[in-house]
């Protein structure tokens, strides 16, 4: 008998505001501990919230991205628990009435499309960090982080497997970078996930979940839920039951452990926050952010399919990030506007042939370097347009292909321009027919006898013919020239 | 000198008949002589009072005074006052000095306002006779072996004894009247978001408003011009074009609607109050006013529900005093949650504990919705109950409190008792309306007698209007308490 496994996730994506949510002070990361917490991070007394506009216009970003609904009026709420790094011994939250509610996005995995439903989104605010270490038995509290904005998303129950929850968080944190209300720095905690995990048999009620607290990466959160899906099922198949708890995953042990039971659950003792008056959207506030909005993802793919041909796959490559399909655009763009003819033919290519051969270069060379170096796309040496100048050289023969690539490799390890490193490498290729024929006729004259061999079939030897005249070209023969004259001479 | 208003103060300043510097010794002289006995005050600093004054004889100099410059004016303790400690009457904040001003300390400081000291205050402003103080109670002027009423019970005494021209004082939920009516001064609690809550230290943050206590509606208008006025660092602040409250000072009250709630002068009110206010009211008739009979049915209901809401906010707000970040700690513990319980068992008092285990319960998982989420409702039916009579009259009137002021020690042990001082004042908080104390005559043991006026949602110049032409025309207010 099989299992089915159960998912939802709630994802806390830091709103990249410039100041915290309920107050002026720096969000900044990484600065000396304590050195952005004014009065009201502190909490002392008598300092009351004031609400970050900025934070509530990336939380409807967000749910005009995820088609959600935006409340024409929401309500902030303490959730009240006492902890050292949370100075007013409550956390600002939303409760009964989010923010965003009803959203839903779509995910890819495999070839098979599927839609995760988005339950609701709400603000809140961060709590400091508590620091264990260097402390000497003592607990060091940096109140930097409280009051930094979060955006909670939470999900319907909708994923399947362990594969399918890292696709929906892997889309959501393109999203959220895409429409530029997060920097999705896992490694700072900008973007971190707990993962509710059940498993039922196939048709059956739910069952009881535990959550896996604090993933930050998109590794562990697959790490956790795998183990705690076979942790889960091993435990019901030898006749156990599974107590709804909160669990951390060991990273170390590759192992979740236990927090807390829901006996051990706090009561947070919600109640509207009389310090914050109920938040209201107006339609008109909700159309100018909607007017901010870029292109989405899934737009830009159906539209690089339907103008560009591109396969669906290529088409979710490009579009990993908004910095990646600006490059692309970019550079299709400048091939474009230049109208760059061919060798053989003064017609312009289409804009399908221009993007396929941009993609080819984005998905290929850019990538693969990018890769090598760990660097992403928004930090790439070569700007789009100068790969279009690379590709245009390509296009009307001035160089070969692989001449293309020593010139992307010059251009990306010591900047230039392409014409100039053509001309400083004298890669500039052959393309003059009647000295490739020339060439060609002296290569034929000279090996008489492997003329014969390929004439009587074996066809190998054409790789020998195209060595030998390259060689001869010096390596600059336009090698589809070189090819076409070649087959023709020998078949001849 | 000591029994001159505001405006006379201002004027013989700007006359240069005293300086502030001298007029601030004067005040310093005889809070040491009597403040002994009265522990209306717990900080005083006088080299601080007397740099503000210095500046202020400055400003006076150059001809660059408002009407407060130079006057000495006393801060209730849940002030913060950058530099100045500031306890909100509680061991937990006995080491708390802020360094920050909360905005009415901040206003009274553009206005040249002379910082005279900061008053003694029940715990968190928990209390109704200022014997819940960590710094002892307040005894009340006129007979001091009796209360001074509170939470304002310092500033209430302060004023009383012309220990200072005027003061500052905070009510949710009688703090500023029910005291000012006990020590038989003005006090005026503004409509709910007239003067910004920033950095008065919280105790249930829908009901705290601050507000001037004076020793008449004249001087009330001229500290709530200073007071008033949009704060963008309280988002429950506001937004208003400027007023003027002493603009309808001297408008006659012909023709002026006043209502008398019947529930207010029913079964509970003290022989002697009721003789006084209803004294007052005839003297309002004789000014011109008409009297009309209301009725606020659910305001019997108000301190039920006061006492689910504001501990409910209250046990929220004390959160923060968990001795990590500043404040009493205790001083051995052996984790961090018995760092928790200790500090706070030991840093607040037994009516804080009270109401913050009042409030926890009530917002408990299976008790809300019986308790907060019904509180809430019936506190809009209660402000509906106002809305209704307003149609009716301009201002209602009865009495602040049901008697005039009690024995030190004599309600101690019975916390419903010393609610149920509240029970005329508490309604308006839960509406968010503006209401004030006058003095309006002596009870049976030559003990003030205060008389309430709640205006409607920004009725203040109204009520002030109402206050002052019953002080021209009475003298209860000028009284002195004698023998000190």
Known sequence: M?????????????????????CGASTAFGAEPNTQADAVSLALPGVLPVLNKGAVERAIKFGLATGAHIAPRSVFARKNYFYPDLPKGYQISQFDLPVVGNGQITIQVGDKEKVVRITRAHLEEDAGKSLH??????????????????????????????????????????????????????QEGSF??????????????????????????????????????????????????????????????????????????????????????????????????????????????????????LSPSDAGALTASREMADFFEGSVKSLLSQGIGTLTSSAIPSAEAYAAQVCNWVTGEVSAQLNREGLDIAQCPIKPEQLGDILKRITDGTISNSGAKEVFRTMWAEGGDADAIIEAKDLKQNSDAGAIEALVDEIIAANAEKVAEYRSGKDK????????????????????????ILKRKLNG | ???????????????????????????????????????????????????QARAADERLADGDASDLTGIPIAQKDIFCAKGWLTTCGSKMLHNFVSPYDAHVIARFNDAGAVNLGKTNMDEFAMGSSNETSHYGAVKNPWDTARVPGGSSGGTAAAVAARLCAAATGTDTGGSIRQPAALCGISGLKPTYGVVSRYGMIAFASSLDQAGPMGRSAEDLALLLN?????????????????????????????????????????????????????????????????????????????????????????????SRFDGVRYGYRAPDYTDLTDMYEKSRAQGFGAEVKRRIMIGTYVLSHGYYDAYYLQAQKIRRLIAQDFTEAFRQCDVIMGPTAPSTAFKLGEKGDDPVQ?????????????????????????GANNMPVGLQIIGNYFGEARMLNAAHQYQLATDWHSRAPQGL
């Open chain 1, 461 to 484: 030897l054409f790789g020998f013919f195209v060595g030998l005249a390259m060689k001869a070209s010096k390596g600059k023969a336009n090698p589809a020239q070189l090819n076409d």
């Open chain 2, 418 to 442: 010393m609610y149920l001082s509240d029970i005329y004042t508490i309604a308006v908080n839960l509406a968010g309306l503006p209401g004030m104390s006058i003095p309006c005559g002596f």
């Open chain 1, 192 to 309: 971190r996930c707990d993962a509710n995990v059940s498993v039922r048999r196939p048709g059956a009620p739910l069952g009881t979940r535990r959550e896996i607290k604090n993933l930050n990466s998109f590794r562990f959160l697959e790490q956790a839920i795998d183990y705690e899906v076979h942790w889960q099922i091993d435990t019901l198949e030898n006749g156990g039951t599974i107590q709804q708890a909160t669990v951390l995953f060991d990273p170390d042990k590759g192992e979740t452990r236990m927090m807390r039971t829901k006996e051990e659950a706090h009561d947070y003792r919600y109640f509207p926050d009389p310090d914050l008056l109920p938040l209201n959207i107006s339609e008109e506030w909700k159309e100018q952010v909607r007017a901010t909005l870029p292109e989405l993802p899934q737009a830009k793919q159906a539209r690089y399919v339907a103008n560009y041909a």
């Open chain 1, 2 to 22: 099989t299992w089915e496994i159960v998912i939802g996730l709630e994802v806390h994506a830091q709103l990249s505001t410039s100041s915290k949510i309920f």
């Open chain 2, 226 to 318: 200073t007071m008033a006025g949009f704060d963008e660092r309280d988002s429950t602040s506001l937004q208003r074009d400027k007023e003027d409250y002493a603009r309808d000072l001297n408008k006659p009250l012909n023709g002026l609607r006043i209502g008398l709630p019947q529930e207010f002068f029913a079964a509970g009110l003290g022989s002697d109050v009721a003789q006084a206010v209803e004294a007052a009211i005839a003297e309002y008739k004789k000014l011109g006013a008409v009297i009309v009979d209301i009725s606020l049915p659910n305001s019997r209901l108000s301190v039920p529900v006061y006492y689910v809401l504001a501990p409910a906010e209250a046990s929220s707000n004390l």
């Open chain 2, 1 to 51: 000198m000591f029994n001159s208003t505001l405006r006379q103060l201002g004027a013989a300043l700007r006359a240069k008949e005293i300086s502030s510097v001298e007029l601030t010794q004067l005040y310093l002289n005889r809070i040491a002589r009597l403040n002994p006995a009265l522990n209306a005050y717990i900080t005083l600093d006088a080299e601080k009072s007397l740099a």
């Open chain 1, 133 to 186: 270490e260097d402390f000497h038995g003592m607990t060091g509290i940096d109140l930097n982080r409280a009051g930094t904005p979060l955006l909670e998303i939470v999900s319907e129950p909708d994923m399947r497997s362990a594969a399918e929850a890292v696709a929906y968080a892997k889309t959501l944190h393109t999203l959220v970078r895409w429409i530029g209300i997060c920097d999705g720095n896992m």
